[in-house]
């Protein structure tokens, strides 16, 4: 891992400040990484290190879905700390734009680019956007991901038409969602609205109680975050648990593909015609070449 982070010069937009809290407070202790380790037991993927419901069965749903070929452009949308989408993006050999909404976290990112793509860390770019303004131009991007970001958008149906809009013809998205009961023909609407259609659902059966077991143990070690931590990050994550533990029971998690449709006559070329993800002065594209 790169010791020297690249400096963002970009402001994180409003609402950020509890993001930044707590990555820039899990960097400076292991204490949260060993209790995502401690719930997912054999499933931490300690390398990716999200906080996130990533585990190594999402890792292996996500490359089977994605369907992408060497030198494709992927986004991972709401990246924290980057490690989803480099470890993706080193094992399908594609190039990788990423954004965040914490400055701290895209720092973060940027820094662990070396880490996992050696001399072709070039190949990833991480930035400062919001869900529902990525920036991206339309029709880019090959594929995208959105793991446990989505609900956090302040408008799901807006993030989503937005993501929607800068998927190529044909390209994915796959996104983790826990569907409300009742809540199905919204979401439809929702995915239709945004040009999209519903290709795979993949049932997580496990991510519920991995959910209950870390946040137990989160409030079991509350003193000792609030020592490492500090006391506000420590206390936005207890209030996390407090209020999400009744909620599982009877939580269904899912892996959805979403797909555009091949046809649309308004992105057709789209990805092959963009330049490679917009990179840090000086820093140039290979040839051929997305928190609690």
Request: hydrophobic share 40%; net charge positive.
């Given at each position: 891992?790169?010791?020297?982070?690249?400096?963002?010069?970009?402001?994180?937009?409003?609402?950020?400040?509890?993001?930044?809290?707590?990555?820039?407070?899990?960097?400076?202790?292991?204490?949260?990484?060993?209790?995502?380790?401690?719930?997912m037991?054999?499933?931490?993927p300690?390398?990716?290190?999200?906080s996130?419901?990533?585990d190594?069965?999402?890792?292996?749903?996500?490359?089977?879905?994605?369907?992408?070929?060497?030198?494709?452009?992927l986004?991972?949308?709401?990246?924290?700390?980057?490690?989803?989408g480099?470890?993706?993006?080193r094992?399908?050999?594609?190039?990788?734009?990423?954004?965040?909404?914490?400055?701290?976290?895209v720092?973060?990112?940027?820094?662990?680019?070396a880490?996992?793509?050696?001399?072709?860390?070039?190949?990833a770019a991480?930035r400062?956007?919001?869900?529902?303004h990525?920036?991206?131009?339309?029709g880019?991007?090959?594929a995208?991901?959105?793991?446990?970001a989505?609900?956090?958008?302040?408008?799901?149906?807006?993030a989503?038409?937005?993501?929607?809009?800068?998927?190529?013809?044909?390209?994915r998205?796959?996104?983790?969602?826990?569907?409300?009961?009742g809540?199905?023909?919204?979401?439809?609407q929702?995915?239709?609205t945004?040009g999209?259609?519903?290709?795979?659902?993949?049932?997580?059966?496990?991510?519920?109680a991995?959910?209950?077991?870390?946040?137990?143990?989160w409030?079991?070690?509350?003193d000792?975050?609030?020592r490492?931590?500090?006391?506000?990050?420590?206390?936005?994550?207890?209030?996390?648990?407090?209020h999400?533990?009744p909620?599982?029971?009877?939580?269904?998690?899912?892996l959805?593909?979403?797909r555009?449709?091949?046809?649309?006559?308004?992105?057709?070329?789209?990805?092959?015609?963009m330049?490679?993800?917009?990179?840090?002065?000086?820093?140039?594209?290979a040839?051929?070449?997305?928190?609690?």
């Amino acid at each position: 891992m790169n010791p020297t982070p690249a400096r963002v010069d970009v402001p994180g937009p409003q609402g950020s400040a509890q993001y930044d809290s707590f990555h820039a407070a899990r960097a400076r202790t292991d204490l949260v990484a060993r209790l995502y380790a401690q719930a997912m037991g054999e499933d931490y993927p300690a390398e990716v290190a999200a906080s996130s419901s990533c585990d190594w069965p999402l890792l292996g749903l996500l490359t089977a879905r994605l369907r992408l070929r060497p030198n494709d452009l992927l986004v991972d949308a709401g990246c924290g700390a980057g490690g989803i989408g480099l470890w993706l993006a080193r094992a399908l050999a594609v190039r990788l734009d990423a954004f965040d909404l914490s400055p701290v976290a895209v720092t973060q990112a940027t820094a662990r680019r070396a880490h996992f793509l050696g001399p072709a860390a070039d190949r990833a770019a991480f930035r400062v956007a919001e869900l529902e303004h990525t920036g991206l131009p339309d029709g880019r991007a090959h594929a995208i991901v959105c793991v446990d970001a989505l609900g956090r958008a302040a408008d799901r149906g807006n993030a989503l038409r937005e993501l929607g809009r800068a998927l190529a013809p044909g390209g994915r998205l796959l996104v983790t969602r826990a569907p409300r009961r009742g809540a199905d023909p919204a979401w439809h609407q929702a995915v239709a609205t945004a040009g999209l259609r519903q290709e795979h659902v993949d049932e997580r059966p496990g991510e519920p109680a991995m959910w209950e077991r870390l946040y137990r143990l989160w409030i079991a070690h509350a003193d000792r975050l609030r020592r490492e931590l500090g006391q506000a990050p420590a206390d936005n994550m207890l209030r996390e648990a407090h209020h999400m533990l009744p909620t599982l029971r009877g939580r269904r998690a899912v892996l959805l593909t979403l797909r555009r449709l091949p046809g649309d006559p308004g992105q057709a070329g789209a990805a092959d015609t963009m330049a490679g993800p917009r990179l840090p002065s000086g820093d140039r594209p290979a040839p051929g070449e997305r928190t609690p």
